[in-house]
């Protein structure tokens, strides 16, 4: 453990810096460890992405005013200060980002497109194509700088949260779990929740807690400023085609 107070669920993170081992639970070691830098597709390691940086004993820090949510449309992106162009993510960053979005993401709506599908094939064949590599790596860029959920950053997100709302739908009655059923679906379409949603999650987590002692906090603010395209917002869902994601 990292503190005096144990750890209580079977459930944990481990922690070795190649001779010792701690152990801890998700909000601890996130705030004695920062965000993980993993390059592995191991998804508990990501799902400390979206843990808050506080603990549920702790008193809970001041909320900002409002309620942000996605934004949307090109307006939203429009109007930024111009800044100097970031260069292209690097190989191994495409690669997870590839691994990621095709591995990982089962489930989400808009997960493939044309290109993503012709450079995961690519990359499955042996070496990953060069002239696909940077049209995958220029699309990262374009996500991260304007802030879409088709960023590296968001996708983590939403594969961190998908994490624990998969964890409380596996430790919650089927008869009372469409609230849960309700956020999943949302995630998976929007691949985005607002703070409200995210503090109704750590309200049924208060709860959780009383059986699964591992279950965390989760960060309300992870998609603040995140911006969703109109397509996902929409009434009438549609069946995703190639082509349609990022």
């Known amino acids: 453990m990292f503190c005096s107070r144990p750890l209580k669920s079977l459930k944990g993170i481990v922690i070795s810096d190649g001779t010792r081992e701690a152990y801890a639970g998700p909000n ?3 705030k004695h460890l920062g965000a993980p830098e993993e390059r592995l597709l191991d998804v508990a390691r990501l799902a400390m992405l979206v843990v808050s940086d506080g603990d549920p004993l702790d008193e809970p ?10 934004q949307s449309g090109p307006e939203a992106i429009g109007g930024k200060a111009s800044v100097a162009r970031a260069p292209l993510p690097p190989l191994d960053s495409v690669v997870q980002y590839l691994r990621l979005r095709y591995e990982v993401m089962n489930g ?3 997960q493939r497109s044309a290109l993503l599908t012709e450079a995961y094939s ?8 060069e002239t696909l590599r940077k049209r995958v ?35 919650t009655p089927k008869e009372r779990a469409s609230f849960l059923e309700a ?17 109704a999650i750590n309200k049924w987590g208060a709860n959780l807690r009383r059986r699964v002692h591992g279950f965390p906090h989760l960060d309300v ?3 603040d400023g995140v911006i969703a395209p109109d397509f996902m917002l929409q009434k009438t869902k549609r069946d995703s085609k190639p082509g349609d994601g990022a």
């Open 28 to 30: 601890c070691a996130k």
């Open 61 to 70: 820090p001041p909320v900002p005013a409002g309620d942000p949510a996605p």
């Open 108 to 110: 989400f709506k808009f």
């Open 122 to 129: 690519s990359l499955q064949s042996g070496d990953l194509d």
């Open 137 to 171: 790596a220029g699309t990262m860029r374009s996500a991260q700088a304007n802030r879409t959920v088709f960023s590296e950053r968001n996708i983590k997100h939403c594969i961190g949260l998908n994490f624990w709302i998969q964890e409380a739908l596996n430790n």
């Open 183 to 199: 956020m999943a679906s949302t995630l998976h379409s929007r691949w985005s929740l607002s703070r409200g949603q995210l503090e």
């Open 221 to 223: 603010g992870i998609f």
